[in-house]
């Protein structure tokens, strides 16, 4: 199995699935009782959304990493990796600059738009299927990239 194959069938469907359960149900837990989501307060928009980029991003860039040098470092790509490779710094600089940007961009996104409309409030029950979405569609994107970033190596 080629390295974009593994990245494409394997990992990213796994961290699509994982994620959509863990950020459909972080937001179902923070926001029961609630009938609409502001953008910005406690509980809202940009107290939910902002920390899940950041360690969306950054976990899923460090996994992906970790699952395809494991894939490669197993002889089941082929592109192997010598087991001396390494591959944890670059990863770990990858995954935070990655979190980083995706805090930065979802905070200036939201502040921007409660900025413009400032009493914007989203029903809960649409807001928690959407962060859930998003968040299993960006997993699966990130966990991809973040398995062939290690072509790099």
Avoid: K
């Avoid at 609409?36 to 307060?41: H, K, N, Q, R």
């Avoid at 950041?54 to 197993?74: D, E, M, Q, Y």
């Avoid at 928690?128 to 699966?140: K, N, R």
């Avoid at 062939?148 to 190596?153: K, W």
């Amino acid at each position: 199995m080629t390295l974009a194959r593994y990245a494409l069938t394997v990992a990213g469907p796994r961290d699509f699935l994982i994620n959509l359960v863990i950020n459909t149900i972080v937001p179902w837990w923070v926001l029961r009782g609630m009938d609409a989501t502001p953008l910005v307060g406690n509980p809202s928009a940009l107290t939910l959304l902002a920390p899940m980029c950041f360690l969306l991003f950054s976990v899923n860039t460090f996994f992906g990493f970790h699952n395809g040098v494991r894939h490669r470092r197993a002889g089941r790509a082929q592109l192997p990796v010598e087991p001396a490779t390494r591959w944890l710094p670059l990863a770990l600089r990858i995954a935070l600059v990655y979190g980083a940007t995706a805090l930065v961009a979802a905070t200036a996104l939201i502040l921007t738009l409660a900025w413009r409309f400032p009493d914007a409030r989203l029903p809960s029950p649409s807001y928690i299927v959407l962060q859930g979405t998003l968040a299993a569609c960006l997993a699966y994107a990130v966990q991809v990239n973040g398995v062939l970033q290690t072509r790099r190596l």
